[in-house]
């Protein structure tokens, strides 16, 4: 069963940096699983940060980043901001029409 | 602009049945693949099912497999979730989301919210 893992919190302080990652238990993850992340308010719809590892959708912030570090994918956010606290999800494509959504990081910039 | 909205959520009881329903605008609906992506409360997001251009290929999460069924009408610009056999588990709010080329969500509705009790 594949399962993709986040850090279910991590803090940050404001103007701070913070880097969350996702992990794949199958092996490591590259380019080739188009890792992308999303970031979500309670009560919202999901917003799109960062899509084929490092490309930031339209309007995001240059703030967020995307890469491959080691083997998992992780997203930096440089410079924290107070409405930067949200859930934030990575999605893998497994190929074959499958797609697997790691659990979720809360992030809280305080 | 884009726009996705479902609808047809509620309350059913175990073993029921359900039919969401995603109405698309602003962009051409059978160019695209669209998704299903549900979200227990509290919980993380879960994909659900996938339908190419003219849903003669779709993928379901091993959840759902047998009991959910993805369609599309591209007259209509709507996509479907026929849900049978419903459990307590399935109770999320459900968003219908577009895919892009390159294999990510890049469009999403605000949610319809099915529950499963009785």
């Known amino acids: 069963q594949t399962v993709v893992t986040q850090e279910p919190s991590f803090s940050v302080s404001p103007g701070g940096t913070v880097t969350l990652t996702c992990d794949l238990n199958?092996?490591?993850?590259?380019?080739?699983?188009?890792p992308s992340w999303y970031q979500q308010t309670p009560g919202q719809a999901p917003r799109t940060l960062i899509y084929?590892?490092?490309t930031r959708s339209s309007g995001v912030p240059d703030r967020f980043s995307g890469s491959i570090l080691g083997d998992k994918a992780a997203l930096t956010i440089t410079g924290a901001q107070a409405d930067d606290e949200s859930d934030y999800y990575c999605?893998?494509?497994?190929?074959?029409?499958?797609?697997?959504f790691g659990g979720g990081t809360k992030l809280t910039v305080l | 602009e884009v726009l996705l909205v479902e609808s047809g959520g509620g309350l059913v009881q175990p073993g029921g049945s359900l039919r969401l329903s995603c109405a698309a605008s602003?962009?051409?609906?059978?160019?695209?693949?669209m998704h299903w992506v549900r979200q227990a409360p509290g919980k993380g997001l879960v994909w659900v099912s996938r339908?190419?251009?003219?849903?003669?290929?779709?993928t379901y999460a091993d959840s759902v497999k047998g009991r959910f069924t993805i369609s599309r009408d591209n007259a209509k610009n709507t996509l479907y979730l026929q849900m049978n056999s419903l459990r307590a588990e399935d109770t999320a709010v459900y968003f219908c989301?577009?895919?892009?080329?390159?294999?990510?969500?890049?469009?999403w509705g605000q949610g319809s919210q099915v529950t499963v009790s009785s």
């Open positions: 084929n590892t490092n």
């Open positions: 602003g962009f051409t609906f059978s160019s695209y693949w």
């Open positions: 339908a190419n251009g003219d849903a003669s290929d779709t």
């Open positions: 989301a577009r895919s892009a080329t390159g294999g990510y969500f890049d469009n």
């Open positions: 199958s092996g490591s993850i590259s380019t080739n699983y188009y």
């Open positions: 999605a893998l494509y497994m190929g074959s029409g499958i797609w697997v």
